[in-house]
């Protein structure tokens, strides 16, 4: 079993900056691609950032240039840095990761999500 959390989400001004961090625990054996997702209310979750083992990075169109995904392959963990956040940036941020577990069964997993907020 594999268990992903996320942290770092808050209240921040338009402009403002926040980091946020996913963590995973459990059975991994290797991880293939972490990503960070985001839904705002009455919207379908979409894809913000994600990365692979072999660290090749995705962007959505409407984050590039003002946040920076990174990975640790040895503490399978990732990070999203976001910078010039704007209000379109409100929503809950969810980590996704995926992968193998010790037993060889592949895993998606998702964590319980964190709320960014950018308001003045």
């Known amino acids: 079993q594999v268990q992903v959390v996320e942290s770092g989400g808050g209240l921040v001004q338009p402009g403002g900056s926040l980091r946020l961090s996913c963590a995973t625990s459990g059975s991994i054996f290797s991880i293939n691609a972490m990503g960070w997702y985001r839904q705002a209310p009455g919207k379908q979750r979409e894809l913000v950032a994600s990365?692979?083992?072999?660290?090749?990075?995705n962007y959505a169109d409407s984050v590039k240039g003002r946040f920076t995904i990174s990975g640790d392959n040895a503490k399978n963990t990732v990070s999203l840095q976001m910078n010039s956040l704007e209000p379109e940036d409100t929503a809950g941020y969810y980590c996704?990761?995926?992968?193998?577990?010790?037993?060889?069964?592949?895993?998606?997993?998702w964590g319980q999500g964190t709320q960014v907020t950018v308001s003045s």
């Open positions: 990365i692979t083992r072999g660290d090749n990075t």
């Open positions: 996704n990761v995926q992968g193998v577990t010790t037993t060889l069964r592949s895993f998606d997993t």
